[in-house]
């Protein structure tokens, strides 16, 4: 039978290991789904696990589909690293870093998310602008199914979307730089620049 992680922390042995990193993913995993990107938290509860992980473990980091300021808002544990946007940006040590090939096609994601504001009716339906990324939810329509359906058909009539990647996932549509690096790229760089013994991923979607 499946075991909530965070409820049976101290009978796991690899967790009690200081060079063990642990690196979770932030909704869905650390936090509940809400009905709205802005309206997720992340409880007092589950920050005060998050705190002593931290003091246990040498490298503890969140990655996040969200922009990295968004999840450092979000988690709020200091001394962490925060990675945002699948990867394409992350705080480090205290430092903002970004691929700086991604920025380029900031506008263009822009712009192709500004159409789809335009073109779609459809109640329920929130874009949220992510800075390098951005996003479609859809969890709020009466028709999440029909909706998605919809925001794919529209995409495919932006012509500019050809020049980005358009990913589906849990009741979003997110549209990204065509640049093939995203969250497993970014773990193997965290285990390799810290030289963890081993490493925990927690995650609950696709991207995971």
Known sequence: MPEYLFDSLHDMEYLKEPEAAIITDV?????????TPESASVDDEMRKVLVELSR???VLA?????????????VGVPDAIYVGNHGLE???DGEYHSFGEAERYT???????MELRDEIPEKGVIFEDKGICSAVHYRQCRDPE???EMILETL???PESRRIRVDTGRMIVELKPPIEYNKGVIVREIIE???????VYLGDDVTD
Request: hydrophobic share 40%; proline share 4%.
């Open 62 to 74: 969140f990655i996040s589909g969200r922009s990295v300021a968004d999840a450092l808002r979000m």
């Open 27 to 35: 909704d869905g995993t650390i936090s509940e789904i809400a009905p």
């Open 193 to 199: 620049r810290y030289g963890v013994s081993s490493a």
């Open 146 to 148: 029909a909706a998605r």
């Open 156 to 158: 495919k009539n932006i």
């Open 107 to 113: 506008p263009i994601i822009k712009r192709c998310l």
């Open 56 to 58: 246990r473990h040498r």
């Open 90 to 92: 992350y705080i480090m």
